[in-house]
């Protein structure tokens, strides 16, 4: 017997298993409170997803397994049908925002599985407390 047949009693085989469908994940990016302070160009950042996202080791590579959209005010849509995980969206996310100069006001927090919003840091302002010196 071949040394690679056998399987050892518990363990199980990597690849789909039969019955298993089609895999298909989305996740949303909600950015609708700084693109309505016009700091954040939502289509300008569907672009850049789209050139940076990688399948298989390639970027450019998206065909019809990822797909990215524009949905309602300020939202992003990216629906995966294969494996895709949401750490890789918010690290994207954080680097575009770094390229725009952006990083140092807005965050990217997870509300729920899958849903990712752009919020502003939480500034407190001691002005008042500084006056009385």
């Known amino acids: 017997m071949p040394q690679g047949t056998k399987t050892p009693a518990g363990k199980q085989t990597k690849g789909p298993r039969k019955g298993q469908g089609k895999i298909t994940k989305k996740y949303?990016?909600?950015?609708?409170q700084p693109a309505n302070d016009k700091i954040f160009d939502v289509s300008a950042f569907e672009?850049?997803?789209n050139e940076r996202i990688k399948v298989d080791g390639?970027?450019?590579?998206?065909?019809?397994?990822?797909?990215?959209?524009?949905?309602?005010?300020?939202?992003?849509?990216?629906?995966a049908h294969q494996e895709f995980s949401g750490r890789y969206?918010?690290?994207?996310?954080?680097?575009?925002l770094k390229?725009?100069?952006?990083?140092d006001w807005l965050r990217v927090v997870s509300t729920s599985i899958g849903h990712y919003e752009?919020?502003?840091?939480?500034?407190?302002?001691?002005?008042?407390?500084?006056?009385?010196?």
């Open 28 to 32: 949303t990016i909600n950015a609708s």
């Open 47 to 49: 672009k850049f997803l």
């Open 58 to 79: 390639r970027t450019g590579n998206l065909g019809d397994t990822i797909i990215i959209k524009q949905a309602g005010d300020g939202k992003i849509e990216v629906i």
């Open 89 to 96: 969206l918010k690290y994207l996310t954080k680097k575009y």
């Open 99 to 103: 390229k725009q100069q952006l990083r």
């Open 118 to 133: 752009l919020r502003f840091y939480n500034v407190v302002n001691d002005d008042a407390d500084e006056d009385d010196d």
